[in-house]
């Protein structure tokens, strides 16, 4: 009989670094990462995201959260595919990290993007989760380049990205909740990766590198 990760593979990622853990976003999951987004990202007053989700009432930001992960679910495939893992500090869901990607089996490249619970930030922990996540990616998933972007008024989220090795690109102009913003492009190379502290262990990964084609 079928396991639901045979299914969907992406469920049977686990990835430990210290105290930090990235798992497949289950359902289970979910519904505590649906719970953490509604207690608060960001001050109203900022905008991190290129879509403002995060500005949802509490209830719709929950419901819209589930929909958007269920709905990269169902659509998931080689050539344009959405990656999100839960992130656990000591068991704990504390936020979520993604790479999104498109005709991955040809360009080897994608797009990260991550969020952390208010009461998590200013930690070190949004280093140390994308640290983990690349080594994932670069070392057991077949990535060759790896992209970010933050506005330039998210000195912390390009403070993550600097840490971690990447390389500016490109400034891109574009709007923002109907006003301009600066966008600062990024780039990430085995070359240029900066490695965690922690040894990065990982399981199930051969059968999601089946499911993204290679």
Known sequence: MSTLVDLYPPFGLHVVAGPLELRGLTDELLREVCDL?????????????YFPWSLAPVGELGRNTA????????TFTPDDFCLDLAVLLDGQVIGCQGVAAKNFPVTRT????????????????GTA???AFCELLFDHLGFEEITSAAFLDNPASLGVSRKVGYRPTAVQRIQRQGELALNQGLVLTPESFVRGGHAVEVTGADAVRAFIGL
């Open 37 to 49: 987004a509604e207690a608060g990202i960001h001050d109203p007053d900022t905008m991190p995201f």
């Open 67 to 74: 929909a958007y992960h269920w709905s990269k679910r169902s």
């Open 110 to 125: 994608g797009e990260t993007g991550s969020w952390l619970g208010r009461d998590f930030q200013g930690r070190g922990l």
């Open 129 to 131: 989760m994308r640290q």
